[in-house]
T-cell receptor, first 116, second 110 residues
Framework: GAVVSQHPSWVICKSGTSVKIECRSL??????MFWYRQFPKQSLMLMAT?????????EQGVEKDKFLINHASLTLSTLTVTSAHPEDSSFYIC????????????FGPGTRLTVL | GQNIDQPTEMTATEGAIVQINCTYQ??????LFWYQQHAGEAPTFLSY????GLEEKGRFSSFLSRSKGYSYLLLKELQMKDSASYLC???????????FGGGTRLMVKP
């Protein structure tokens, strides 16, 4: 149980385009989903926390207008990187937390974004 | 602020035991997680400690001392597939947010 999927697995796009990444909890309802970014040989950096049906909470230094997060249902959150630039190239990983009583976050397989 | 420190790299031999340490300084501590991450893949959950003591799960054990701000992950009977990064993450207060340490890259040699 507790499987989280992400789509796409990898994407290459031109500078200036927007990219949408989906994160789904497959066998449980995720009240909270998290979006992380990981640069090569570095640890995960939390970008934002999204709760179903409400606005996402962004970490300091993360532009909310550039990284649009929508958590429309208990099983789906999307991250849209708007007007992507080469410096946005990174590994984007989502995680999902189940209903109350469980603290563990389960991670998706990640999306590797390369902006040319 | 928060400080979570782990060694950057470690090397161990197949079949041996290795201990990966994590120290943290944070207010409102409410639990510590260990994750394993293979290169290019997402982290997978290994263990969760919120009370002092040792939690054992097969070849993996995790220890926590809240008074010392210290945890370790113990891997026994090392296998080549254990070569990965091991991430220590701290949970604060009643929120859901995790803050990750820099990770420890473990290389298991034959």
């Amino acid at each position: 149980g507790a499987v989280v999927s992400q789509h796409p697995s990898w994407v290459i796009c031109k500078s200036g385009t927007s990219v949408k990444i989906e994160c789904r909890s497959l066998d449980f309802q995720a009240t909270t989903m998290f979006w992380y970014r990981q640069f090569p040989k570095q640890s995960l950096m939390l970008m934002a926390t999204s709760n179903e049906g409400s606005k996402a909470t962004y970490e300091q230094g993360v532009e909310k207008d550039k990284f649009l997060i929508n958590h429309a249902s208990l099983t789906l959150s999307t991250l849209t990187v708007t007007s992507a630039h080469p410096e946005d190239s990174s590994f984007y990983i989502c995680s999902a937390k189940g209903l109350a009583g469980t603290d563990t976050q389960y991670f998706g397989p990640g999306t590797r974004l390369t902006v040319l | 602020g928060q400080n979570i420190d782990q060694p950057t790299e470690m090397t161990a031999t197949e079949g041996a035991i290795v201990q990966i340490n994590c120290t943290y300084q944070t207010s409102g501590f409410n639990g510590l997680f260990w994750y394993q991450q293979h290169a290019g893949e997402a982290p997978t959950f290994l263990s969760y400690n919120v009370l002092d003591g040792l939690e054992e799960k097969g070849r993996f054990s995790s220890f926590l001392s809240r008074s010392k701000g210290y945890s370790y992950l113990l891997l026994k009977e090392l296998q080549m597939k254990d070569s990965a990064s091991y991430l220590c993450a701290v949970k604060r207060n009643a929120g859901n947010m995790l803050t990750f340490g820099g990770g420890t890259r473990l290389m298991v040699k034959p």
